[in-house]
C-alpha cells in the first residue's frame, strides 16, 4: 500500500510525500489526490487505498487504547488496594 502514497511517478500515485508507519493528523491533512481527466472527481482506488489505511490506523489505535485503558484500571484499583493497607498499618 506504500507505493499508493509515493511521489507521483505514475499518473496514479498519490502526489505528496510518502506517509510514515504511523499517520498523524498532520499526515491525514496533508494528503492531496490526483484527480481524474475523463470524469469530474479523484481517481477512486488510489482514495479507497488511503481510507484503508486511515481504518487500520484507527482500528490499532483505539485496540492499543483499550488494552491501555485496561491497564490503568488495573492500576488504580492496585494502587487503592495498596493504600488501604498503608493506612491500615
Request: aromatic letters at 6%; proline letters at 4%.
Given at each position: 500500500?506504500?507505493?499508493?502514497?509515493?511521489?507521483?511517478?505514475?499518473?496514479?500515485?498519490?502526489?505528496?510525500?510518502?506517509?510514515?508507519?504511523?499517520?498523524t493528523a498532520?499526515?491525514?491533512?496533508?494528503?492531496?489526490?490526483?484527480?481524474?481527466?475523463?470524469?469530474?472527481?479523484?481517481?477512486?482506488?488510489?482514495v479507497d487505498?488511503?481510507?484503508?489505511?486511515?481504518?487500520?490506523?484507527?482500528r490499532e489505535?483505539?485496540?492499543?487504547?483499550?488494552?491501555?485503558?485496561?491497564?490503568?484500571?488495573?492500576?488504580?484499583?492496585?494502587?487503592?488496594?495498596?493504600?488501604?493497607?498503608?493506612?491500615?498499618?
Amino acid at each position: 500500500m506504500a507505493e499508493a502514497f509515493a511521489a507521483a511517478t505514475e499518473p496514479n500515485k498519490a502526489r505528496h510525500r510518502a506517509l510514515p508507519d504511523r499517520l498523524t493528523a498532520d499526515d491525514v491533512d496533508g494528503v492531496t489526490f490526483i484527480t481524474t481527466r475523463l470524469q469530474p472527481g479523484y481517481h477512486e482506488p488510489e482514495v479507497d487505498a488511503f481510507l484503508d489505511r486511515v481504518i487500520e490506523e484507527l482500528r490499532e489505535r483505539d485496540r492499543e487504547f483499550g488494552e491501555l485503558k485496561a491497564e490503568h484500571e488495573r492500576l488504580a484499583e492496585e494502587n487503592a488496594r495498596l493504600r488501604a493497607r498503608l493506612d491500615k498499618a
